[in-house]
């Protein structure tokens, strides 16, 4: 089983829609969850952070975390286009701020117009 | 967030040769981490790059492999040693205390 685990997709859903990205990981004792966007050629970069239970909102973008489901999710409302990428969840285990992170091999979402 | 300047940004490289990676970021930081993702994959750990100390190297990743240097707060090297195909990836450093924010990666590959 490995530490992090996404489909890996692709996700296709129309402009405007939501979409649901999903990530569930193995080790109970990780802290810090987040999510990534990685466009083709380019490196990773963060859009999300998520610590606590719930859901976390940022703009388009609500992060929710299920720490007795081992379960996070990132919905992204009024898809565009523009959001077509790779994302990637990631986990930090330790309970220190180390920023060492284990990360799913990611979802490919498209979204067309 | 740190700004994380890579070099280079791309290499071909023969077989059996070294390439060697620089990361500077234009603060201070503790750690700085080394990442490796092969084509189509995603991202994984070789190792943590503390300054004074020698670096800490996942499972898998072995320092004659992957030599790294930290000479002080806002600089580490990569090297790639003795490059064969599978080497070629994307090599990426980050900074942060518990996120991790990217430089933009070098894409290395190796004939």
């Known amino acids: 089983q490995k530490e992090v685990e996404q489909n890996s997709g692709p996700l296709s859903v129309p402009e405007g829609a939501i979409a649901s990205l999903n990530c569930t990981y193995s080790d109970r004792v990780s802290q810090s969850f987040f999510w990534y966007r990685q466009y083709s050629g380019k490196s990773p970069e963060l859009i999300m952070s998520?610590?606590?239970?719930g859901d976390k909102e940022d703009g388009r973008f609500t992060a929710q975390l299920n720490k007795a489901s081992q379960y996070v999710s990132l919905l992204i409302r009024d898809s565009q286009p523009s959001d077509s990428a790779t994302y990637l969840c990631?986990?930090?285990?330790?309970?220190?701020?180390?920023?060492?992170?284990?990360f799913g091999q990611g979802t490919t979402l498209q979204v067309k117009p | 967030s740190a700004v994380i300047s890579q070099k280079p940004s791309r290499d071909i490289c023969q077989r059996g040769t070294s390439l060697t990676i620089q990361c500077q970021v234009d603060?201070?930081?503790?750690?700085m981490f080394w990442y490796r993702q092969q084509p189509g994959q995603s991202l994984t750990l070789i190792a943590t790059?503390?300054?004074?100390?020698?670096?800490?190297?996942e499972s898998g990743f072995v320092i004659d492999k992957f030599p790294i240097s930290r000479p002080n707060l806002t600089f580490s090297t990569l090297t790639v040693s003795n490059m064969s195909p599978e080497d070629s990836s994307i090599y990426l450093c980050?900074?942060?205390?518990?996120?991790?924010?990217f430089g933009q990666g070098t894409r290395l590959t190796v004939v």
């Open positions: 980050s900074v942060g205390q518990s996120e991790a924010f």
């Open positions: 603060s201070q930081v503790t750690m």
């Open positions: 790059a503390n300054q004074g100390s020698e670096a800490t190297y």
């Open positions: 990631a986990v930090n285990r330790r309970s220190g701020n180390t920023g060492k992170l284990i």
């Open positions: 998520i610590y606590s239970n």
